[in-house]
C-alpha cells in the first residue's frame, strides 16, 4: 500500500522547507534508513531518510522548490502501484486528511489553545515534544543524554523520547547550551509542551519563561510539565534528521552515517569510523550496523521496580503506565465501547495440517509456523468472504480489495500489531519470512509506524502457550479478529471409530455493524476447510 511522505517540522519556527536535493529519482528503490532528499529549513539544510521500504513512485516538489510543512513531497509503495486515488483527491486522500486533523484535535482537545507568536533573545531555541507518530498526543522522556549546563552540537543526541509505538532517539537541530529542562525522566508531557530550552548560557532562564507563557494560556512547563500551547506540526514526522555538516566526511575526522545508524552502533559498541558504508557516497546506513556483526540484546534494558515480599504485611508498587499500555488502554476501551461485538467458535482437524507443516519443514531452508499456515488460510478466506474484509466508518462500510493480516504480537510493554501485506498473495515461506521479521523487530522496538497500520483483518494466536480458547477485542478499524488456540491430542469420532486426533479451538470476534452472524459462519467454514485441507490453499 502506498505511503505518503511529507514535508516535515524539523523546527519549532520552520513553516516551509526547500527541498535542496533529491538522492533519488522515480522509479527507484529506496530501503528504510537510506538518504531520500536533503531539505532546507529556516536555520539549517538538514538529512531526511526513508523510513520504509519501497519504491519512489512520484515526487511532488522539485529541488529547490518551497512547500508548506506537511505538503506532499513524495510516495513510496510497491512498483507499479496505482496511486492516481492518492494525487488527485479522491476519497482515500480525504480519509488521510481526516485522520490528520483528528490526531491534531486530539491535542487541542484537551484544553490547550494555539500559543501566539513570542520573541525569545538572540541564540535562544525553545524544544517542544514532537509529534512522532500519527497516533501520538503525548510523549515520556525516557532518557536525558545531556544536563543543565551541557553543551550541546547539532545533531547530537539530546534526549530518548517514548511514543505510542516506539522509543526514539532525539536530536537537538542547534548548537548552544542546555539551559533549562522542563520534563523529567519517565515523565510523560503533551504534544508541543516544552520540554528543554537551549541558549548561550546566562541568560535568565524565569525572564524566558515567562515570555514564553505571556504568549498562550497554558503555563510554562515545570518539573510539573503542565501542558503548553500546541502550534501545527507535521502529522508524519517520524524521521530522525541531522545537520549535513555533523555527518559529512569531512577533514576532520567525522563519518558519514544516519542518525539511526550512530544510534545502533552507540548501543552494540560499534565504531562507527571501521563500518564500511553501502549508503550514498559511503554512508554508514542503519543496514550496515545490524549486519556489521549479530545483534545483540541492550544492556540497557530497564529493570522494573518490586515490592519486596515480607510476611504479615500489605504493600504495594505503583509504576507509570508506558505510552504502549496507555495507547492499548485507550485503544481497546474505544474497541469494546464503540462496537457491537459477537462471538464465533469452531473446532478444526489439525492432523492433516500437521502432516502439511511437516512436509512443507522437511524442505531446505524452510521453516512455517501453524500461525503462518492460519494466517494464509485467512487471508485466502478473506478473497471469497469480502464482507468480512471491512471497516466501518460511521454512514458506510469501506470494502477493501487488499488483504493486510495485522499479527499480535507480545511485546516486554505490551502488544503490538504488525502488519502483513497482501498476504493472500505470498506463499507459506514468503509469510513465515515477514512474520519472523516482524516480530523481531516487535521485540527489539524497531518497529515503524507504517509497518503498523492498515490491517483488514487480525489474528492473535496463545496456542504456544497452552490456552485452548479464548476471544480477542476487534483491533479497530478491522471487523473481525481472530483468536487461535493450542493444538490439543483428543480422541475423535473418524468413520464410526473412536481414535487419536489433533484439534485446534478457532474464535471469531465480529463486529456486528459489517458482519452478521450467518457471514461470519461461513467465512469460519471455508476457514476450517482450507485448514484441514492445507493443499486447496494453494489452488
Not at 512547500?67 to 510497491?78: C, E, F, H, R
Not at 508524519?236 to 555538516?245: A, D, G
Not at 493486510?404 to 515461506?429: N, T
Amino acid at each position: 500500500m502506498a505511503e505518503i511522505v511529507r514535508m516535515p517540522k524539523l523546527s519549532d519556527t520552520m513553516t516551509d522547507g526547500v527541498i535542496a536535493k533529491w538522492h533519488k529519482k522515480v522509479g527507484d528503490k529506496v530501503k528504510s534508513g537510506e538518504l531520500l532528499a536533503d531539505i532546507e529549513t529556516d536555520k539549517a539544510t538538514m538529512e531526511f531518510e526513508s523510513f520504509q521500504d519501497g519504491v519512489l513512485l512520484h515526487i511532488g516538489v522539485q529541488e529547490k522548490q518551497a512547500v508548506p510543512v506537511d505538503s506532499i513531497i513524495a510516495i513510496l509503495g510497491k512498483e507499479g502501484e496505482d496511486i492516481s486515488a492518492l494525487l488527485k483527491g479522491t476519497p482515500e486522500t480525504k480519509e488521510i486528511q481526516k485522520t490528520e486533523e483528528k490526531s491534531q484535535s486530539a491535542v487541542t482537545l484537551s484544553g490547550v489553545e494555539a500559543a501566539a507568536p513570542v520573541a525569545l533573545p538572540a541564540g535562544v531555541e525553545v524544544v517542544r515534544m514532537p509529534k512522532l507518530s500519527d497516533t501520538m498526543t503525548d510523549g515520556v522522556i525516557e532518557k536525558w543524554h545531556k544536563k543543565v549546563g551541557d553543551k550541546v552540537k547539532s545533531g547530537e543526541l539530546l534526549a530518548d523520547i517514548a511514543t505510542d509505538k516506539a522509543t526514539m532517539e532525539f536530536e537537538s537541530f542547534q548548537d548552544g547550551v542546555l539551559i533549562h529542562i522542563g520534563v523529567q525522566e519517565k515523565q510523560s508531557i503533551p504534544v508541543n509542551s516544552i520540554i528543554a530550552i537551549l541558549g548561550k548560557g546566562g541568560e535568565d532562564i524565569n525572564a524566558i519563561l515567562a515570555s514564553v507563557n505571556s504568549a498562550g494560556s497554558a503555563p510554562a512547563t515545570t518539573s510539573a510539565a503542565k501542558a503548553e500551547a500546541p502550534v501545527q506540526t507535521a502529522a508524519t514526522v517520524t524521521s530522525s534528521v541531522v545537520e549535513k555538516s555533523t555527518s559529512s566526511n569531512n577533514s576532520d575526522g567525522r563519518v558519514k552515517a544516519s542518525p539511526l545508524a550512530k544510534a545502533l552502533a552507540k548501543d552494540k559498541g560499534i565504531d562507527i569510523s571501521k563500518v564500511t558504508g553501502t549508503g550514498d557516497n559511503g554512508r554508514v546506513t542503519k543496514f550496515d550496523i545490524e549486519n556489521y556483526k549479530p545483534t545483540q540484546a541492550s544492556s540497557s534494558a530497564s529493570s522494573k521496580t518490586v515490592s519486596s515480599f515480607v510476611p504479615g504485611t500489605e504493600g504495594f508498587t505503583d509504576e507509570p503506565a508506558s505510552q504502549m499500555r496507555k495507547t492499548i488502554a485507550r485503544r481497546l476501551l474505544e474497541s469494546t465501547t464503540s462496537a457491537p461485538v459477537f462471538y464465533l467458535n469452531i473446532e478444526v482437524d489439525m492432523d492433516n495440517a500437521i502432516v502439511s507443516r511437516n512436509a512443507i519443514n522437511a524442505m531446505p531452508d524452510t521453516k512455517v509456523s501453524f500461525n503462518d499456515m492460519v494466517i494464509k488460510a485467512c487471508a485466502v478466506a478473506l478473497r471469497k468472504h469480502p464482507q468480512v474484509n471491512t471497516s466501518w466508518l460511521g454512514d458506510k462500510v469501506r470494502y477493501y480489495s487488499h488483504i493486510h493480516i495485522g499479527m499480535a504480537v507480545a511485546v516486554e510493554d505490551g502488544l503490538l500489531v504488525p502488519v502483513i501485506r497482501f498476504a493472500d498473495q505470498k506463499s507459506f515461506s514468503q509469510i513465515a519470512g515477514d512474520a519472523k521479521e516482524l516480530a523481531k523487530k516487535a521485540k527489539d522496538k524497531k518497529l515503524q509506524p507504517a509497518e503498523m497500520e492498515g490491517n483488514t483483518f487480525t489474528v492473535s494466536n496463545l496456542g504456544m502457550f497452552g490456552i485452548e480458547s479464548f476471544t480477542s477485542i476487534i483491533n479497530l478499524p478491522a471487523s473481525c479478529i481472530l483468536s487461535v488456540g493450542a493444538i490439543r491430542q483428543v480422541p475423535v469420532v473418524k468413520n464410526g471409530a473412536v481414535v487419536p486426533g489433533n484439534t485446534m479451538m478457532l474464535s471469531l470476534a465480529c463486529d456486528h455493524r459489517t458482519v452478521d452472524g450467518a457471514t461470519g459462519a461461513a467465512f469460519l467454514q471455508t476457514l476450517k476447510t482450507y485448514l484441514e485441507n492445507p493443499v486447496t490453499m494453494l489452488a
